[in-house]
């Protein structure tokens, strides 16, 4: 099993939600966060200051799924989260030793669905 882990644009959550949704996985986790890679910060004048935002607002999903479904899952996201601008995000994938079912304790890949 893999946790992919996806850093994206706010606005692409629904692109992205419905691509996974189309390769059949419905279980995703999706958390607002904050960061900053090669985008560097951006400066704003408000009532008459100015001031740099260094962070910028991101969305990260989160979905750990059998290791043949990795592939397919990752495409889809890149494919429809890219803009082609700096700032369109990062996809991590992390092992995942086991997963557990709490309500049935049913444990591995059978957990996942």
């Given at each position: 099993?893999i946790?992919?882990?996806a850093?994206?644009?706010?606005?692409?959550?629904?692109?992205?939600?419905?691509?996974i949704?189309?390769?059949?996985?419905?279980?995703?986790t999706?958390t607002?966060?904050?960061?900053?890679?090669?985008?560097?910060?951006?400066?704003?004048?408000?009532?008459?200051?100015?001031?740099?935002?260094?962070?910028?607002?991101?969305?990260?999903?989160?979905?750990?799924?059998d290791?043949?479904?990795?592939?397919?899952?990752?495409?889809?996201?890149?494919a429809?989260?890219?803009?082609g601008?700096?700032?369109d995000?990062?996809?991590?994938?992390?092992?995942?030793?086991?997963?557990?079912?709490?309500?049935?304790?049913?444990?591995?890949?059978?957990?996942?669905?």
């Amino acid at each position: 099993m893999i946790k992919i882990e996806a850093i994206v644009r706010p606005h692409m959550i629904e692109a992205v939600q419905g691509a996974i949704e189309d390769l059949g996985h419905h279980g995703l986790t999706v958390t607002e966060v904050k960061g900053m890679g090669q985008q560097k910060g951006a400066t704003h004048t408000y009532r008459g200051s100015t001031y740099t935002l260094n962070l910028h607002h991101k969305v990260k999903i989160e979905i750990v799924v059998d290791d043949a479904d990795v592939e397919g899952i990752v495409e889809a996201i890149r494919a429809v989260a890219a803009t082609g601008e700096v700032g369109d995000g990062k996809i991590f994938l992390v092992p995942v030793s086991d997963a557990i079912r709490i309500r049935t304790g049913e444990r591995g890949n059978v957990a996942l669905s």
